[in-house]
């Protein structure tokens, strides 16, 4: 069975086909992607407008290369999957419309996914996949959550934050330093020129007893202290980066073991964007590995938004019979849209 994924919530286009067997995890046949990064940087973030706009653009000849990549023909293609959601409204339209256009116009039926399962089953495209169950963490510019999984479509949300995501955490404070777009890799690469204990920035809910995030008041913290500096922050730079780096890179680690000692599992996946940090990467496997856990991650070209995620988990459904495609091809998106609505 043969799969094509198209991601389109936001600022990447991603097109992939997978195949599906009757045996074993699917397999990534070609995947292509466009960022739309250097087009937002000039307005310091995502304009979704124009990313709208973009996705128009690129969508069906990132298909097209995708179809002579993997030496396959648009009338084999059994599937067709889109993100329903979340993710800008405009953006999550192309995507679903040109979906359900080529569904409609091959007779093939379309499935919907959700953007974060893709992110959460983006570990099985891996060489190194996990096995069911295990904890998640799912880190990004938009969400940070901890979830438990059984297995396709049955996940427990442990912990979520309630205010900004890490990602976001990452992004702002980057601004305050005047670091461009986009601002969390630019804060990460600078940070490994500075010392993480600088400054002593604050942890929140570092020991609250949950498992729930707040990084809104870290983003304070750092707007205070870049104030405090003045004419010196353009020297400390590097240290500041690096504190706040490691204050949130240490609530990430500790709410996630927390989750693996509440749980009793010893497996822990985390995906998202924020996932590629590695200061994370490091101080996780450090942590796991003195309590004989393991830590599974998506291969770095997977841990951003793309098509590839999306193709893996509507094949998972497929596999699992989690979820059906359909012949429907009247279409919505839905731009906020829990995880734990898919159980």
């Not at 986009?182 to 007893?209: C, I, N, V």
């Amino acid at each position: 069975m043969l799969i094509l994924g198209i991601e389109s919530s936001c600022d990447e286009t991603g097109v992939a086909l997978v195949e599906a067997r009757d045996a074993g995890l699917p397999v990534l046949r070609a995947q292509a992607l466009h960022t739309q990064v250097a087009m937002h940087e000039a307005y310091g973030g995502v304009v979704p407008e124009l990313a709208s706009r973009d996705h128009i653009r690129r969508v069906l000849p990132l298909a097209e290369a995708v179809l002579r990549d993997a030496g396959a023909k648009l009338r084999e293609l059994d599937v067709i999957a889109y993100t329903r959601g979340p993710g800008l409204a405009g953006a999550l339209l192309v995507g679903a419309g040109v979906a359900c256009a080529l569904g409609a116009a091959l007779g093939k039926p379309v499935l919907g996914v959700h953007h974060l399962e893709g992110h959460l089953l983006s570990p099985f495209l891996s060489a190194d996949p996990p096995h069911f169950p295990f904890i998640a963490l799912l880190v990004s510019g938009g969400h940070t959550q901890l979830m438990q999984v059984e297995g396709v479509g049955r996940y427990t949300l442990l912990g979520e934050t309630i205010d900004d995501a890490a990602g976001e955490a990452f992004d702002k404070s980057a601004k305050l330093m005047g670091l461009g777009y986009p601002g969390g890799p630019a804060l990460s690469r600078l940070a490994e020129q500075g010392d993480p204990q600088a400054f002593k920035l604050p942890r929140p809910l570092l020991h609250s007893g949950d498992l729930d995030f707040s990084f809104a008041g870290l983003k304070t913290a750092v707007l205070t202290q870049a104030k405090k500096l003045g004419g010196e922050l353009e020297g400390r730079k590097a240290d500041l980066a690096a504190s706040t780096q490691a204050a949130i890179v240490e609530v990430l680690v500790k709410k996630s073991l927390a989750a693996l000692e509440r749980s009793g599992l010893q497996s822990i996946v985390i995906a998202g964007g924020v996932g590629a940090n590695k200061a994370l990467r490091a101080e996780l496997n450090s942590a796991c590995a003195k309590r004989g856990a393991r830590v599974h991650y998506p291969e770095l070209d997977f841990c951003t938004d793309n098509g590839a995620m999306i193709a893996m988990a509507a094949a998972m459904r497929l596999q699992a019979k989690a979820k059906a495609a359909t012949t429907i091809y009247a279409f919505d998106v839905k731009p906020r849209w829990p995880l734990a609505e898919l159980t």
